[in-house]
């Protein structure tokens, strides 16, 4: 993952061991490229979205972590991403970053405003900062459930 929106062009693939009662099991986080970068070429975008298609469409996917800037209103690219989400019938937990930029208030307030324009229910949307560590366990915890789901 680089700070620089954009910068991944290509598919990573991370696995994580779990403890779990019946023993060690595996998970797959897949970090996808960045589409809200505007230097993008038409074909890179193109291929870009036949990427998330395709694994949207993976039997064993167990949802989809979507990382969102707490900072700002959905993007047209957000907006096409719910709608590839929505289209696939992914489970989806937005991870709201960045939460440290605001204060409380605010990031009450910018919670808010993001679930009612992405349409997510409660459980979907979990408010972080890197820095600070707000909302991690929070996020892990969310995380471990979605994988539990699949």
Same mark, same amino acid.
């Given at each position: 993952?680089?700070? $620089? %929106?954009?910068? $991944?062009?290509?598919?990573?693939?991370?696995?994580?061991?779990?403890?779990?009662?019946?023993?060690?099991?595996?998970?797959?986080? =897949?970090? =996808? %490229?960045?589409?809200?970068?505007?230097?993008?070429?038409?074909?890179?975008?193109?291929?870009?979205?036949?990427?998330?298609?395709?694994?949207?469409?993976?039997?064993?996917?167990?949802?989809?972590?979507?990382?969102?800037?707490?900072?700002?209103? %959905?993007?047209?690219?957000?907006?096409?991403?719910?709608?590839?989400?929505?289209?696939?019938?992914?489970?989806? =937990?937005?991870?709201?970053?960045?939460?440290?930029?605001?204060?409380?208030?605010?990031?009450?307030?910018?919670?808010?405003?993001?679930?009612?324009?992405?349409?997510?229910?409660?459980?979907?949307?979990?408010?972080?900062?890197?820095? $600070?560590?707000?909302?991690?366990?929070?996020?892990?915890?969310?995380?471990?459930?979605?994988?539990?789901?699949?």
């Amino acid at each position: 993952m680089s700070a $620089t %929106p954009g910068k $991944t062009r290509a598919l990573n693939v991370y696995e994580v061991q779990l403890a779990s009662p019946t023993g060690p099991r595996s998970l797959y986080f =897949l970090d =996808l %490229p960045g589409y809200g970068y505007a230097r993008a070429s038409k074909a890179d975008r193109a291929a870009f979205a036949a990427l998330v298609r395709h694994v949207l469409h993976r039997p064993r996917l167990a949802g989809v972590v979507w990382l969102l800037d707490i900072r700002h209103e %959905p993007s047209e690219g957000d907006r096409g991403m719910q709608d590839l989400l929505a289209a696939a019938g992914t489970r989806v =937990l937005a991870a709201v970053t960045k939460s440290d930029k605001l204060s409380q208030a605010q990031r009450r307030q910018r919670e808010g405003t993001l679930r009612d324009a992405l349409a997510l229910d409660e459980d979907q949307l979990v408010v972080t900062s890197a820095r $600070t560590g707000l909302g991690l366990p929070e996020l892990r915890e969310s995380i471990a459930a979605l994988a539990g789901a699949a």
